[in-house]
Nanobody, 111 residues
Framework: QVQLVESGGGLVQPGGSLRLSCAAS????????MDWYRQAPGKQRELVAV???????SYAASVKGRFTISRDNAKNTLYLQMNSLKPEDTAVYYC?????WGKGTLVTVSS
């Protein structure tokens, strides 16, 4: 069983940046897809970005051009670089792969 642990969340002003990390307890090289989801207060969890082992990447329309997903198989870590953050990006961000979920890290965008 693989454990996923997110980190890097926090409070940031609008227009700022954060980099989230998702460290896996085992190898991630076998995961065909690794994803970031987020859940804002009172809203359903939504898919933010997908990284495939083959190299294809996709983003939700709301974050395209601002967020970048990447993975480092050698470090067993998935990343989400978030730039030009907006208040509506405020949410708990979750890492997911093959049915495994992390516990999330809170991102708050506020002045």
């Amino acid at each position: 069983q693989v454990q996923l642990v997110e980190s890097g969340g926090g409070l940031v002003q609008p227009g700022g940046s954060l980099r989230l990390s998702c460290a896996a307890s085992g190898s991630i090289s076998s995961f065909v897809f690794m994803d970031w989801y987020r859940q804002a207060p009172g809203k359903q969890r939504e898919l933010v970005a997908v990284n495939s082992r083959g190299g294809s990447i996709s983003y939700a329309a709301s974050v395209k051009g601002r967020f970048t997903i990447s993975r480092d198989n050698a470090k067993n870590t998935l990343y989400l670089q978030m730039n030009s953050l907006k208040p509506e990006d405020t949410a708990v961000y979750y890492c997911h792969a093959a049915g495994y979920w992390g516990k999330g890290t809170l991102v708050t965008v506020s002045s």
